[in-house]
């Protein structure tokens, strides 16, 4: 039985060792940081305590934007792309002919890199050669036609829908993986009691899939707190920093101005808040698991 | 008879709205390939919807003579990393889930909490490192790297599944007399297979596509990878986004290929997996 | 079958894992030559590492194989990248310590950090020692100047002028403008013809800030444009908010692009290539552009924005190649040599095509790219350094922001003026 106790170790010692080395020591390294006034070079280098984080929460209105951006981008990706990619790999993993090239198509933008989906995008919105201003031309709804990425109102979703676009794929494909698991018996079983298919859906795809959606949603999640280089691509933080996100600006106070302190801070503050959501939902999905 | 009828009425439908969405889907796919095959004057003279005035074929062969040095190092670190960075992962989730570990749940959210660190936090500690073990521009540095970030997402995934397993299956293999990394390699892997190729298949991706590190931790020109060759079409003052769209098409061809390869075992199946 | 397959691909694994440690072995003394620059196995060998620019290639791989022919105890080793990824990679290495023995780097307030921080080498000796100033531009040598102290090799003196289509003015009746007055003037007309006067994208700032600098100087002239950039006066001096208020004027009068504050740059340039646009402020590089969008360069005509303060000056910036301070003096050496090769007359004049504007006093003309000499003639009678390198970066962003919301109404030009000041205080008690 003691063998038992350490045996574990030995599977984890691999991950964990890499782990500690390229995440966990860099992570503290920054958390040490960012409580410092420095450039990343200089003998300079000022302890400043929490400073750097009450200033981003009370003075840095880019910051501030930049939040409330990544709250709306994190909204809109927890329902929108997971509730398509929900879709989409519900659709196709019924029989169906042709189904592994419809997978292939909704998987395909994902594939690409940002910087080429945030070109292609940003033709598409361009105010007046743009596709879709002259589609709204062609159909006659030419008074809609709009400089979707210059108005402030607009740049943000705009981006988002291009995001939606490429970003699809993933949820789909991690859920199609997911129903695979899902024995058929489960159904059959079901249809001969009398379910409809809502139910069966409702009683044994969703919960077979908690597993999945745990999956999904701390990866929707993630993608969504990080997001930069499809919006860096699209806009450039502008028009007037109004689609500036976090991890964007935390790039800019780090390599641009050189706070090193303030742009330490801004990636800590990414990974408490993600504690604070991801911690208790991962426990919580545990313990309905187990029961 | 009506149940019958109905069910082809939903069909239709289905199909119907299945290609409608295809085809919204492929339309900006359409215009890269239409931008990479377009001349310079005609793309920036002409909306992008329209077709090329001339096709300019030579465009993929004038990217492929920039990339494919780099397509061929970005292979090596892909086909390198990827099994590589699984199985460690694919050990750590075993450990996770199935070996009666306490401490599971705990060491579990901390390599989640890491998937939130942005990597360009982690720049300048990981190059002091990598120097001080003189592995900058050395592919085990670059290795060692991915598979650290790419330590978080793939625990998630392969503990997602291997919890699913029933737990009848290691009692099985226990009376066998297996041995725990027996019972890892004969059992569960071959089990988790549709997990693994989803991986397989994402961790390729993002491997292929990653650029940041790359292009801190690896200065020499001849070892980069694929998206430093994308680069060199990106100037200062101006891009040529013909030669970028052909490059980019060039180079999503090794991970469609994966893909193509590995999204059969969803179809094949857990459920078959354990059956058989 | 499934076991056969998983010992198969438990053998592939085992077998990389061993031709990783190969690799390894193999890879580092290599790297430990380009590190360091001592010895390269093949007998000694000094290496010199250089990071430039990827669109610089086409002319520095030809350039530095010359070099090394020339020069067969030095071994070059460049690694060539893109804007922001070169400007990432130097802040790395810089916090680390890894930076190369040579960089490429702009001026101003972008590579103000490698020799504020202590880490390029002073060239101040070397440079009276080879009489840079009877080689290069003075204008050059003091963009490259921190502190009193030279810190990079000059590469490039570009400045920027207003560009316009030939035979669009041609077929206007249109003269370039002596006045600013007559410069609005031909806005106007433009306009009036149906012709979007400005071809600018927003997109990042940059290019509506070369306008927005232009309007300072004519506003606030020659003295006070220099203590703003110095910080030394008020942003909310009102020359500012003038400057602000006419390019609301000029966005609400539609002599913009609909939408142009996140169009890319070089894309919302390129119809004036093509006649269809009348006017953007670029510097010579623009000819390489022009004729990749299969247009001849020679017909864009070019003048310097009419400040109506003397002397016109024009906006400009140097690019430099720094040199580490602390690589080894024998490297220091090959690189001073390297850096001086790649500037020099000669091989400027060889080159001349693709090298841009050389920071040079002379040069050959070239025939393609006809504004090269054209410019570098013009910034005789004075310059000042573009925005977003005689700015700190902090208020560079800020004046981006500036820009765009007095466009879209959400500053009024009073506010972003105060805003701007705003930055510059924050800056200055940050610094």
Known sequence: MKLKAWKPWTFLMPALLIYLVVIVGPSLYTLQLSLYRWNGISPNKQFVGLQNYIYLLTEDTVFQKALKNNVLWLAGSLTIIIGLGLMFALLLNRKLKGRSLFRGVFYFPYVLSGIIVALMWSWLYHPTRGFFNALLEGIGLGELAHPWLADPKTALYAVFIAAVWQGVGLPMVLFLAGLQSIPKDCYEAAIIDGAKPVQSFRFITIPLLSETFVIVFATTMVNAMKVYDIIYGMTAGGPAQSTQVLSSWMYYQTFKFNNIGVGSAISWFLVFVTMVVIIPYVYYTNKKSHL | MEDIQQSAVSKAVMYLSLICLAVIFLIPIVFIGMTALKSNADLLKNPVYTLPEVFQWSNFAEAWSKMNIYIRNSLFISVVKVPLGILIEALAAYALTRMGFKWGNALFAVFLVGMMIPFQATLVPLNMMLNYFGLENTYPGIFIVYIGFGIPFGIMVLRGFLRSIPKELDEAAYIDGCAELGKFFRIILPIAMPAIATLVILDFLSTWNEFLLAQIFITKDSMQPVTAGLLTFQGQHSTNYTLLSAGVLISIVPILVVYLFFQKYFVSGMAGAIKG | ?431
């Open chain 3, 1 to 431: 079958m499934k076991r056969n397959r998983f010992t198969a691909m438990l053998a592939v694994m085992i077998l990389i894992v061993m031709m990783l440690s190969a690799c390894g072995g193999g890879g580092s003394p290599e790297k430990n030559a380009a590190g360091t620059g001592a010895g390269d196995g093949g007998g000694d060998k000094t290496t010199v590492s250089i990071w430039v620019l990827n669109d610089q290639a086409a002319y520095l791989e030809p350039i530095i194989k010359d070099f090394e022919s020339k020069n067969p105890d030095i071994k070059v080793e460049p690694t060539f990248y893109g804007t922001d990824p070169l400007k990432e990679s130097l802040k790395v290495a810089a916090a680390s310590k890894t930076l190369p023995d040579m960089w490429f780097t702009w001026g101003g307030s972008l590579g103000a950090f490698y020799p504020e921080n202590g880490l390029t080498m002073d060239l101040t000796a070397v440079a009276a020692e080879h009489k840079w100033e009877d080689i290069y531009n003075p204008a050059a040598i003091d963009l490259v100047k921190y502190d009193g102290k030279i810190a990079g090799v000059p590469f490039h003196l570009a400045s920027l002028a207003v560009i316009y289509p030939k035979e669009l003015y041609a077929k206007l009746n249109l003269n370039p403008p002596a006045t600013f007055a007559e410069f609005e003037a031909q806005l106007q007309l433009m306009k009036d013809q149906d012709i979007t006067p400005f071809a600018v994208g927003g997109k990042g700032g940059w290019m509506l800030m070369r306008w927005v600098e232009q309007l300072i100087e004519h506003y606030g002239g020659v003295e006070l444009h220099d203590q703003l950039n110095a910080l030394e006066a008020s942003w909310e001096d009102p020359a500012v908010v003038q400057s602000f208020q006419k390019l609301k004027e000029w966005s609400d009068k539609g002599y913009f692009e609909k939408g142009f504050i996140t169009l890319d740059p070089q894309e919302a340039e390129t119809p004036l290539y093509h006649g269809l646009q009348g006017f953007a402020i670029e510097g010579a590089w623009v000819d390489l552009t022009i004729s990749q969008a299969g247009v001849d360069p020679s017909s864009i005509g070019i003048f310097k924005f009419p400040t109506d303060h003397q002397p016109v000056r024009m906006s400009s910036f140097a690019e430099m190649f720094q040199i580490n301070g602390s690589s080894e003096p024998a490297v220091q050496e090959a690189a001073v040599k390297l850096a001086e090769y790649v500037t020099g007359q000669e091989i400027v004049n060889e080159y001349i095509d693709q090298y841009g504007s050389p920071a040079l006093q002379q040069f050959n003309t070239s025939e393609q790219s006809p504004h090269t000499a054209e410019m570098a003639d013009m910034i005789k009678d004075g310059n000042f350094l573009i925005s977003d390198q005689a700015l700190p970066q902090t208020v560079v962003q800020k004046l981006f922001e500036a820009q765009d919301a007095v466009i879209l109404n959400e500053w009024t030009p009073e506010q972003a003026a105060q805003e701007l000041q705003k930055a510059v205080e924050a800056h200055k008690s940050n610094n």
